[in-house]
């Protein structure tokens, strides 16, 4: 079977394991069924997300230029606490920012190599943890936009990590935590006015991800680098293949390439 099409994050879908989905413009791809088959990919031209033409990646999908002027790449994306349309304020596009920003936001603990906190819309659990490859997370806090979670975040940031160790992930050399002491712990460095909004009694999720073997080291593929690889699939944790040869692909960071996909 053969695809083609642009590479978006891999959709998913809550299972035991996690399913995962590879959708282009005319068809899709359910990873789960061709574990342990053999993929070729091959880079074919660059599609920017936003703009469409065949300009290099920049970050995030999108060309140079588009990162740099559309509203869906601003600051506050990766830095939550810059957020002001609560202030009515705008950073590229109010109404934009509006709807984003102005809506539940989640201060999370996860586990995908360590405990680390994050920040994600309430419609995005529990999305953004599969995207992290997260065996385990717990929400923290629900704030009302985007600024509070983010401030939220950075106070915490001051105690504990907000990264995630990808090459610990994707060997699976982690260590389950107790995320309900740590939320306890946590709670005298929330800021003042996010207090309010603590989530006192919740349990952890726990998430299973499709993987039939973990490499014991890891090398990342960059087809900007090596345009055609094969290999046969054992896995597939946060938004990267892994491969029997210890090749890893990430899918979310290769967002913006036109490939062609073939299955053996």
Excluded at 21 to 44: A, G, H, K, P, T
């Amino acid at each position: 079977m053969q695809y083609e099409g642009v590479l978006r994050k891999m959709q998913t879908e809550v299972g035991d394991p996690i399913q995962y989905y590879m959708v282009f413009d005319n068809d899709f791809l359910n990873l789960n069924q061709v574990l342990d088959r053999e993929l070729s990919i091959e880079f074919l031209k660059f599609q920017c997300l936003n703009c469409g033409e065949d300009r290099p990646i920049f970050r995030q999908g999108y060309c140079r230029s588009c990162f740099f002027d559309i509203p869906a790449a601003g600051e506050w994306i990766m830095r939550p606490e810059l957020s002001t349309a609560h202030l009515g304020r705008e950073d590229r596009d109010l109404e934009y920012e509006k709807r984003v920003q102005l809506q539940p936001h989640i201060v999370y603990l996860a586990n995908s190599s360590n405990i680390k906190v994050g920040v994600t819309r309430k419609t995005q659990i529990p999305t953004r943890w599969i995207d992290q490859g997260a065996h385990e997370a717990l929400e923290i806090v629900e704030a009302p936009n985007r600024y509070l979670a983010g401030i939220t975040e950075l106070a915490l940031k001051e105690h504990i990590g907000d990264k995630t160790n990808w090459r610990k992930m994707l060997t699976n050399t982690v260590e389950d935590a107790d995320l309900v002491a740590w939320r306890n712990t946590l709670k005298p460095y929330i800021p003042e006015e996010a207090r309010a909004y603590f989530i006192e009694k919740n349990i952890e999720t726990h998430l299973h991800f499709p993987v039939l073997e973990y490499p014991s080291k890891v090398k990342s593929l960059n087809l900007g680098k090596t345009p055609k690889y094969k290999g046969q699939l054992k896995g597939i944790k946060g938004q990267y293949l892994i491969f029997a040869d210890h090749t890893v692909f990430n899918i979310r960071g290769s967002e913006g390439y036109v490939v062609g996909l073939a299955i053996i």
